[in-house]
């Protein structure tokens, strides 16, 4: 009222004054506002500004990255013969890529073996065999020159001392694809005259002479057991006058060969064992593995990884599962990121008896151990929708909780707000002032946890794997507990089957933990140190 | 005091409620998947005439009815019919507590001064070099899951220094019948490490974390003003009050030593309730299975709630739930 009587006093005060002393203040003038002379920062800007000064999450957020990668390009370089293969003899065998082994000697598909006397000369026999030449079959080299040949599965060896049984044990680095060596198979003639055309073609042999029946081969179920040797497989030389000489190892030793030979004094290289007389004829052979392994798949046994302990090549199982972990903990983070931002919106901006309903709701649905709710769920739903997926529907039941918990406090903190009261004015509805008002404001902590949901997803999907609880170790998919709970019995003899696995969902977990503090730290720079 | 009362039952009758609903639950879906009679005649008629007794031809509710009285009147939770053939579950499963409680009791003893210390040294020396290091170890150990570092003790302990006479722990009748023998203790180190670790690691952090907050106040300032060496200030007012929230935690899990760690238990062959639900569930031995989940879901509500009402006591400054 007062302005009222002051606004009419001072009206009359410049009532005198002549209209033509009155000039528009802005004419001609265009009115706006000054332009800014810096970019404006938007809110995810800012963010992501101080999160790559962070340098601890910059570092996991690129090993995550390659993470990816892997998971997804190995699959893609991986032919599908190879990612198929489940070879019955190359099980749990260490990494082994050729060109490396050649030139740096590492992946050498190695394993530190200590052999007796006898032992060694069996091994370092295979290389010799299988350097044996049909058309100069009386030249036979020596152990010591087998060191030079591809196929010596001993890639270096030296003396290391005594046993308890006073033998001389040797050391050896001993490369198990060849330490296979020789095996006998039972193959069709037709595929007998394929590998003969093979072996003509390519230039590398598969069939070997078999083993002759006699007193000096102790075990005839064994190929390795080319050469002379007395029952305690100790390798002997016999002369012609049937005197036997046991022989020891040194390096120029040369084995006297044990080979079956027919009555023309040719050598043996199948023998009929049944089937009918033609194509469909039964022949047992002695073949060399490798070579075999080469015929049959068309490339040589060269594994990353090496191979798991059904015989898959390790490093496409971990891609897959790796794939499988991934795939899984993202799609329960949105999933989660959904229901918990409208659930937890709808607690947070109602309030009252709305509140108490759902609180009791998330209540019991969070008192429910996860472990319960994941058997359950794999009880029922597994055989009508699979194993991933049921473990999906687990996730998703009470993971959301924790997303919706942080919403709802984050609510209640925005919602009294003048800004929130001033758009409740100006006529917003309340969905509205929910998505356009408050929202935004909690984005960063929702986007934090969602993030930080990833690590905690893929720990609980490896463990339950590992425990058996879940089973998803079918041909096509995998998962890295799995891996681990197939290793867990066998891994101090092998231990690349546990450490590949283990290594890497180690670095997944560390690496998303610390990804997920950083972008905390991003969106909310005063939460910084602070645990949630 | 009247207040917290009335809290304390508010929040016991909720919590027996979210308990109930939650039983039903399980319940329900347990007796909703198919059951099998074993191959052997005698058994299959015994088991047979078990469950017409149980009601399992009637429909589920009143079956849950005669659950829930068999409970009331008789403390029967139903009968193993796999794992130990005709022991009632109760018998099963209370013969499994004391291996778990025991190894879970040790890890504790031995981690929770350790990760208090840790941190409480961590928050002293913050930002120092000494500080860094702790603070990457923690998120090391926290990171990478138990059973990673599972086998490294594993493989260090019996593998490489040969400490132990088997990678797993002794059985009852190795260790001389009793699980409170010196041998039975020390075939149970790798396991309470391997526990311990994570524990450790997650209590160092929390430590760290509260201590420093406290640390910056400005009653610290004050203690400093008034005359108090840094230590005496340090011990008397921020260690006291960086407690409040770190003691409901170290009950928490206190109570949650009955659950153990089913992953820790499978790989060091532990005979406890964690062994025993991977059983249960693998021979498909249902009551055992049910009387399992309702144990853990009450150690969890029961944790929960003891947190929460520990609070109140600990600190009368915070009365969660009042307005």
Known sequence: ?532 | MKGMTKYVLKRILLMLFTFFVIVTICFILIRMLPQELPQDVNLAAAIQARWEALGYDKPILVQYGIYLKNIVTEWDFGTSWKISLMKPATYVMGSRLLPTVLVNLYSLIFAIPLGIALGIYAAIRKNKWEDQIISVVIMLFVSVPSYVYAFIVQYLFYFKWHLVSQPTILSLADAGGTYFSWSMFVSMIPAVLALSFGEIAGLARFTRAELTETLTQDYMLLARTKGLTRSQATVRHALKNAMVPILPMIISSFIGILGGSMIIEQIFSIPGVGQLYILSINLLDYDVFMLDSIFYTFIGLLAGIVVDISYGFIDPRIRMGEK
């Not at chain 1, 599965?153 to 050391?171: I, L, M, T």
């Not at chain 1, 230039?203 to 179920?221: Q, R, V």
């Not at chain 1, 919106?345 to 008192?367: C, Q």
Request: net charge negative; hydrophobic share 40%.
């Open chain 1, 1 to 532: 009222m007062n302005d009222n009587t002051s606004n009419v006093n001072n009206f009359n005060k410049f009532e005198d004054i002549q209209k033509e002393k009155f000039d528009f203040a802005n004419k001609g003038e265009k009115l706006s506002d000054q332009k800014l002379d810096t970019k404006p920062i938007s809110y995810f800007k800012d963010a992501f500004i101080r999160f790559s000064k962070n340098k601890a999450s910059v570092a996991a957020a690129v090993i995550i990255a390659l993470i990816v990668v892997y998971a997804f390009l190995v699959p893609l370089c991986t032919s599908s013969t190879k990612a198929a293969l489940l070879d019955p003899y190359y099980s749990k065998k260490a990494p082994r890529i050729v060109a490396l082994k050649e030139d740096l000697g590492i992946f050498d598909g190695g394993i530190n073996i200590k052999y007796n006397e006898r032992a060694l000369i069996i091994e370092l026999a295979k290389g010799v065999g299988a350097e044996f030449d049909s058309d100069d079959e009386d030249n036979i080299i020596s152990l010591g020159e087998s060191m030079d040949s591809y196929y010596q599965p001993v890639s270096s060896y030296e003396y290391y001392g005594v046993n308890a049984g006073n033998e001389d044990v040797y050391q050896s680095r001993t490369d198990a694809y060849l330490s296979q060596g020789f095996m006998y198979i039972q193959i069709e003639q037709s595929e007998y005259q394929n590998i003969l055309d093979w072996q003509e073609e390519t230039g590398l042999t598969i069939l070997y002479p078999l083993i002759a029946n006699n007193e000096y081969n102790p075990d005839t179920s064994n190929a390795n057991y080319w050469y002379k040797m007395n029952s305690k497989l100790t390798p002997v030389s016999v002369d012609e006058n049937d005197h036997v000489t046991k022989l020891s190892y040194s390096e120029d030793l040369v084995l006297q060969d044990n080979y079956m030979r027919n009555s023309e004094g040719q050598l043996v290289y199948y023998t009929y064992i049944g089937g009918g007389t033609t194509e469909t004829a039964q022949y047992k052979v002695r073949i060399l593995y490798y070579n075999y392994y080469i015929y049959n798949n068309g490339f040589e046994p060269e594994y990353l990884l090496g191979t798991d302990s059904s015989g898959y090549d390790l490093a496409y199982r971990m891609a897959r599962g790796i794939q499988l972990s991934l795939l899984l903990a993202v799609s329960v983070s949105l999933i989660n990121f959904v229901i918990g931002a409208v659930y937890g919106a709808i607690e947070g901006y109602y309030g009252g008896a709305t509140d108490l309903i759902l609180e009791r709701v998330s209540d019991i649905l969070g008192g429910i151990p996860f472990i319960v709710v994941a058997t359950l769920f794999q009880m029922h739903l597994a055989a009508k929708v699979g194993g991933v997926v049921s473990l999906l529907f687990a996730f998703v039941l009470t993971g959301w909780l924790g997303t919706a918990y942080r919403v709802r406090t984050q609510f209640y903190r925005f919602k009294n707000e003048e800004y929130v009261m001033a758009a409740r004015t100006l006529g917003a509805r309340d969905r509205r002032i929910i998505w356009k008002h408050i929202f935004p404001n909690s984005l960063g902590t929702i986007i934090t946890s969602s993030v930080l949901v990833i690590p905690g997803v893929i720990f609980s999907e490896s463990m339950l794997s590992y425990l058996g609880i879940i089973k998803l170790g079918g041909s096509k998919i995998t998962s890295l507990g799995t891996l681990l709970s197939d290793a867990s019995s066998i891994w101090t003899t092998y231990p690349h089957l546990m450490v590949a696995p283990a290594v890497v969902i180690s670095l997944l977990m560390i690496c998303f933990n610390l990804f997920g503090n950083g972008l905390r730290d991003a969106f909310n720079p005063t939460l910084r140190g602070v645990e949630e």
